[in-house]
């Protein structure tokens, strides 16, 4: 004896996903991803950040120039940048934080410079450094009194 659902048809809403269903879920699954995608931070941080990091550090060298009465120099080149004060007639590098040697983050790039800060804290020459990264472009300047901004 054979049961009498067996031949019996289940009707269609019984029967799984319809076609519109499974591609309205893919297009939600799709925009969800595409926004953690877009919500993820570059890992080498944003380029105005990157100058004003260099900015801080350029403001102490200005600083650390007018507390010990000594001239300091800004060296700038497409690598990175570096800091040196001029004792005994010598320039001689700093090695210690926070105006140690420093290189840009992976796919920075900046206009090469060269700026020395008198005791007084009076930069020579006036400057402005292009700092670059694909398509985003951070100007910092560098005033004749020694001011120090980020231009955006």
């Known amino acids: 004896m054979v049961p009498a659902c067996a031949?019996?048809?289940?009707?269609?809403?019984?029967?799984?996903?319809?076609?519109?269903?499974?591609l309205v879920a893919l297009t939600i699954l799709g925009l969800m991803s595409a926004v953690v995608v877009l919500a993820?931070?570059?890992?080498?941080?944003?380029?105005?950040?990157e100058a004003e990091r260099f900015a801080a550090r350029t403001v102490?060298?200005?600083?650390?120039?007018?507390?010990?009465?000594?001239?300091?120099?800004?060296?700038?080149?497409t690598g990175g940048y570096a800091f040196a004060q001029r004792?005994?007639?010598?320039?001689?590098?700093?090695?210690?934080?926070?105006?140690?040697?420093?290189?840009?983050?992976?796919?920075?790039?900046?206009?090469?410079?060269e700026v020395e800060f008198d005791p007084t804290g009076v930069a020579e020459p006036e400057t402005r450094?292009?700092?670059?990264?694909?398509?985003?472009?951070?100007?910092?300047?560098?005033?004749?009194?020694g001011a120090v901004r980020v231009a955006r």
């Not at 031949?7 to 499974?22: H, K, N, V, Y």
């Open 60 to 77: 102490a060298a200005r600083d650390a120039a007018i507390v010990s009465a000594r001239t300091t120099r800004l060296a700038v080149d």
């Open 40 to 49: 993820i931070p570059d890992p080498r941080g944003r380029l105005v950040d």
């Open 87 to 113: 004792r005994s007639g010598d320039w001689r590098d700093l090695a210690e934080k926070p105006l140690g040697p420093a290189r840009w983050t992976t796919g920075t790039t900046a206009s090469k410079a």
């Open 7 to 22: 031949g019996a048809r289940l009707p269609s809403a019984d029967r799984g996903f319809t076609l519109i269903e499974l």
């Open 129 to 145: 450094i292009m700092l670059q990264r694909g398509d985003e472009r951070v100007a910092v300047d560098i005033g004749a009194d």
